[in-house]
């Protein structure tokens, strides 16, 4: 059966060796911690004034302050900065987190063109650091992607334990 990774790869095109040339440089120390609290405000102000009503209203139980600074912390501390999310909501465990969400591929290509868009405007942000964000975060969305199709197989598996054998569910 394939990987999770596997699928990431397969669905976004990026392999894993794009996907985490994030760790061949510190983008923490390279960019700073204000340019990570642009990025991520640029991108949910995006989000949040998206005139596509199916993907805003994923948001809409989220406190658009809230989810700034989840994203930001979680971006500082993975691209080599200090643990400022861990130390305030625990590990990331990102599928566990969207797993109220339907997070679909729609819905992945639609927060990565909001991210490109944000990487776009923040004019601190070189080429190159641009370049192996954006290969980490699509390759995230699609991870995230494969992990919520497995929630929906799971919740039509047939399964001895819980009903017998041609019993209606
Ligand atoms: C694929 C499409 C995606 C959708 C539809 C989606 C949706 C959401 C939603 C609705 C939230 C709740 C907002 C909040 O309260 O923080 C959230 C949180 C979060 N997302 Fe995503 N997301 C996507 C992709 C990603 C990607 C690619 C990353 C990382 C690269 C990411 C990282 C996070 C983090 C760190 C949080 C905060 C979780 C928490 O602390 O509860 N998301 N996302």
Request: overall charge neutral; aromatic content about 12%.
């Amino acid at each position: 059966m394939q990987s999770l990774q596997q699928k990431a790869s397969e669905y976004s095109g990026v392999d894993q060796n794009d996907a985490f040339a994030i760790d061949e440089i510190n983008l923490f120390e390279k960019l700073g911690l204000q340019t990570f609290i642009d990025l991520s405000t640029n991108f949910y102000n995006r989000v949040y004034e998206d005139e596509e009503e199916w993907f805003r209203s994923i948001f809409a139980n989220s406190k658009k302050d809230d989810a700034i600074q989840n994203q930001y912390e979680f971006f500082v501390q993975r691209m080599g900065g200090p643990p400022l999310y861990s130390q305030r909501r625990g590990h990331p465990a990102l599928i566990a987190r969207h797993r109220p969400f339907p997070v679909t591929l729609r819905a992945a290509e639609r927060w990565l063109l909001h991210m490109q868009q944000a990487l776009d405007s923040v004019t601190a942000i070189d080429a190159d650091s641009k370049t192996k964000m954006m290969n980490f975060f699509r390759h995230t969305a699609f991870f995230l992607v494969a992990g919520d199709e497995l929630k929906a197989q799971n919740q039509h598996v047939p399964c001895k334990h819980a009903t017998k054998k041609n019993a209606p569910v």
